[in-house]
T-cell receptor, first 112, second 117 residues
Framework: GEDVEQSLFLSVREGDSSVINCTYT??????LYWYKQEPGAGLQLLTY?????DMKQDQRLTVLLNKKDKHLSLRIADTQTGDSAIYFC????????????FGSGTRLQVQP | GAVVSQHPSWVICKSGTSVKIECRSL??????MFWYRQFPKQSLMLMAT?????????EQGVEKDKFLINHASLTLSTLTVTSAHPEDSSFYIC?????????????FGDGTRLSIL
């Protein structure tokens, strides 16, 4: 079955860039997502990328996709304390009728 | 944009109570909705796929008689936790995808935190 893996923890200083990495196994993955979850809250969709793209930038967020290696990364520029949260990588197919497969989540800690 | 609403956001009840959680797609019709469960400090695990007008598809290890899913309309799916016990305490989240292939990502409700005493 599908598998998505992430590192569990990342600590950065405020103002630095954060890079959260994710690998996946399903070749049929079409959408690759990044969600943010703050303590006690639901999931916030940050950004997503189609599998035929290499990069997507949205303000402070940059997503890089290496389809050959099935590697996805999320870069947060100028990381702020408000960025402290758990970040989930997820993959899905083209139809939207298959549930997403989530990684274990990466806890980002931003130190002032 | 597409919005999925979940209600209630927080439930605290006694052991043995049945609890119903609603998931609504507010501005689109969803023939398929998904129910996930998240335990503390863990990722989301798919419980079941809710199909409008037909039976839900449950993941392995999820008791269909305990977690009743009803998807009676194109905008509403409900999850009922029957005779809930403390081990059912968790964060339950639903998601849905607007119709049309490849057009929009899945959208998630804000989740329901269920605490069974």
């Amino acid at each position: 079955g599908e598998d998505v893996e992430q590192s569990l923890f990342l600590s950065v200083r405020e103002g630095d860039s954060s890079v959260i990495n994710c690998t996946y196994t399903d070749s049929s993955s079409t959408y690759l997502y990044w969600y943010k979850q703050e303590p006690g809250a639901g999931l916030q969709l940050l950004t997503y990328i189609f599998s035929n793209m290499d990069m997507k930038q949205d303000q402070r967020l940059t997503v890089l996709l290496n389809k050959k290696d099935k590697h996805l990364s999320l870069r947060i520029a100028d990381t702020q304390t408000g960025d402290s949260a758990i970040y989930f990588c997820a993959e899905g197919d083209y139809t939207g009728r298959r549930a997403l497969t989530f990684g274990s989540g990466t806890r980002l800690q931003v130190q002032p | 944009g597409a919005v999925v609403s979940q209600h209630p956001s927080w439930v605290i009840c006694k052991s043995g109570t049945s609890v119903k959680i609603e998931c609504r797609s507010l501005d689109f019709q969803a023939t398929t909705m998904f129910w996930y469960r998240q335990f503390p400090k863990q990722s989301l695990m798919l419980m079941a796929t809710s199909n409008e007008g037909s039976k839900a598809t449950y993941e392995q290890g999820v008791e269909k008689d305990k977690f009743l899913i009803n998807h009676a309309s194109l905008t509403l799916s409900t999850l009922t936790v029957t005779s809930a016990h403390p081990e059912d305490s968790s964060f339950y989240i639903c998601s849905a995808s607007p119709p049309g292939q490849g057009s929009q990502p899945q959208h998630f409700g804000d989740g329901t935190r269920l605490s069974i005493l």
